[in-house]
């Protein structure tokens, strides 16, 4: 008898478990849903957030015709901002502001007015500021994304090289911020956003010219924060890794130019190891409208500025194995070609299939 009691009691107790254990485990079912919904919901309200503060905004894009520059313009556009693009060539803006009208990139009340101007003059870029200010009567953003590169050993880089670079990648962006910078300063408001690199924090061999310039950037833009934070201004520090932007057909070549471009599109144009133009876009709006101080994109990017920082003399030693091993060896030719050049001299290659199929991902 207290056997059968004790085998009933022995029931009923995994009975109720069971039980108890379902209802548990419809408890945590409904408490992750509601979890999950209020996560969805505050993202939803972040994202509304993040596409209507800068409606009504004005924003400068300088080097905005193409590549990256472009796709950011695409990106506060659609968030209904009045774009200003400036560029030295008037074909790519005229260009750029027909794709962005075709679109429909510039709705929400928004707007688009194009400078032509070439930012290593200082006089141009004060120009850009006050066509800009005259136009909308302010320049809340400036967004400083012009830069030139050249690829080479340092044995057929020459010193002309250096000085480009350097009056692009970083004279322009300075003479672009103080040209704007007295009015955000009065207002006590507006953002400044670096478009740097990677190559601002890590020494990639047979780019010194623009590794010089972006490190300069670099410093010179966290320099900016600290000083114009407390001020009202923000500054935003963009590293980007390798971005498929199309621009690597831009890029001029010297030394063994077919074995420079070779490695340099492979990079530069396959999945995986970059990223698209219009993915980088998105991710520096939202920095943008965050006020982030400073963002690295690509996972590699960011490893690898860590890598730098944690490990210096592994870090330079890794670089010197792969410029031993991987890139080719200066060959005393010092004469500029561009990635344009090449890819017409080859009728074209495969780079432009990889890019045309991926550069939307």
Not at 100 to 119: C, K, R, Y
Request: with cysteine; proline share 3%; net charge positive.
């Amino acid at each position: 008898m207290i056997g059968k009691l004790l085998q009933l009691g022995g029931k009923a107790g995994w009975w109720y478990a069971k039980r108890r254990a379902r209802a548990y485990r419809t408890e945590a079912n409904i408490a992750l849903g509601l979890l999950g919904a209020a996560l969805v919901t505050r993202e939803m309200l972040r994202e509304k957030r993040r596409r209507t503060v800068m409606k009504g905004k004005v924003v400068v894009i300088v080097g905005g015709s193409r590549g990256l520059g472009l796709e950011l313009a695409r990106q506060f556009g659609l968030a209904g901002a009045h774009l200003v693009l400036a560029s030295r060539n008037e074909n790519e803006l005229r260009d750029a502001l027909g794709a962005l009208h075709q679109e429909g990139a510039i709705p929400n009340g928004g707007s688009a007015h194009t400078v032509m101007a070439d930012i290593s003059w200082q006089d141009d870029c004060d120009r850009i500021i006050a066509s800009a200010t005259e136009r909308y009567g302010r320049v809340d953003v400036l967004i400083n994304a012009a830069a030139i590169m050249m690829v080479a050993p340092i044995e057929d880089q020459t010193t002309e090289a250096f000085e480009q670079a350097m009056r692009i990648n970083f004279f322009g962006q300075l003479y672009a911020i103080q040209a704007v910078l007295p009015q955000m300063l009065e207002r006590g408001s507006g953002q400044i956003v670096n478009i740097a690199s990677i190559g601002g924090k890590i020494a990639v061999p047979h780019m010194l010219p623009y590794v010089a310039s972006k490190f300069a950037l670099v410093g010179f833009s966290e320099g900016l924060h600290a000083e114009l934070r407390h001020k009202g201004v923000r500054v935003t520090t963009v590293c980007p890794g390798l971005m498929r932007t199309g621009s690597h057909v831009q890029v001029k070549f010297a030394g063994n130019v077919d074995k420079e471009y070779q490695w340099f599109s492979l990079g530069a144009t396959v999945p995986g190891v970059s990223i698209s133009a219009r993915a980088a876009a998105r991710k520096i709006f939202h920095a943008v409208v965050e006020g982030k101080a400073e963002i690295t994109i690509t996972p590699q990017a960011w490893l690898g500025a860590r890598a730098v920082g944690l490990a210096p003399n592994f870090s330079q030693g890794f670089a010197a194995a792969v410029n031993h091993l991987v890139l080719p060896a200066a060959n005393g030719n010092k004469d500029v070609v561009s990635g344009t050049e090449i890819e017409e001299r080859k009728g074209g290659s495969w780079s432009e299939h990889l890019l045309h199929e991926n550069n939307q991902r």
